[in-house]
């Protein structure tokens, strides 16, 4: 007998949403049957994949966040609440990269990277566990997830984007800190860490003969798809993956073996 994720009456926050994997993200929990709350900063092109949404016979919230603000963070998880109902799932997604040698790294590039990448995203985790922690205490038996995309640049380091490793390496300690302090109260939270995936922001790098180099080195010299992750995010968003609390998960197709 065949079995499937059913997220029918849960509801999903995807932050970064409007592009790249957080689309491809908002789109499967959707299929699975989650309300979606879609968020970032480009709230027009987040209008376009709630109308997606919707023609599929889904459906779908925006909210305008901005994950560098703290009080957008408040505002957005509050509006999410407010339209779609309580959350029971975050996609912890919003990331931004430069690339260049650490010598040559800047203050400003820095904060760039720091402000959204671990800032950004602890204090978007922080306030949606909070609203989880308060619900949780009076019910019988909570069951919250809380998936933070990572990176395997923070499990390993790459050359060129050595600050966007370092921020991801971060995240990968914020995950494990946060299912020790918060799996108490029924908040499982866990890390994908994917390799490189062929998206709309990079898709053009892979014909390039850098690209080509790169792909060269790759174990089966190959990039992934969006969706290649769908069975994993699904896994992570269920009630059935209750026992993986902490967990970070590679998803590079062996990459971090090499």
């Known amino acids: 007998m065949g079995r499937s994720i059913n997220l029918e009456g849960k509801v999903a926050l995807v932050t970064g949403a409007s592009s790249g994997l957080g689309k491809r993200f908002a789109q499967v929990l959707s299929q699975a049957g989650a309300k979606v709350v879609l968020a970032s900063r480009r709230t027009e092109r987040l209008k376009e994949l709630r109308a997606e949404i919707e023609a599929s016979g889904g459906a779908a919230h925006v909210v305008s966040l901005d994950v560098t603000d703290y009080q957008s963070i408040k505002a957005a998880v509050a509006h999410a609440e407010t339209e779609a109902g309580t959350i029971d799932i975050l996609v912890n997604n919003s990331g931004v990269s430069t690339t260049q040698k650490l010598t040559e790294v800047t203050p400003a590039d820095f904060e760039y990277v720091f402000d959204t990448n671990t800032r950004g995203a602890f204090f978007v985790a922080q306030e949606v566990a909070k609203r989880m922690i308060m619900r949780g ?105 209750q026992f993986i609390n902490g967990s970070i998960i590679a998803a590079d197709d062996g990459f971090g073996l090499a």
């Open 137 to 241: 205490n009076n019910a019988q038996k909570p069951s919250y997830r809380i998936i933070n995309i990572a990176s395997m640049a923070g499990l390993r380091v790459l050359p060129q984007i050595g600050l966007y490793s370092m921020s991801k390496a971060a995240v990968v300690h914020m995950t494990k800190a946060m299912a020790l302090e918060w799996g108490k109260h029924g908040i499982n939270v866990n890390a994908i860490c994917p390799g490189y995936i062929d998206t709309e922001i990079n898709h053009h790098h892979w014909s390039t003969e850098q690209g080509q180099k790169l792909v060269s080195m790759l174990p089966r010299h190959r990039v992934g798809k969006p969706d290649d992750l769908d069975g994993l995010l699904l896994l992570l968003a269920a009630d059935e993956s």
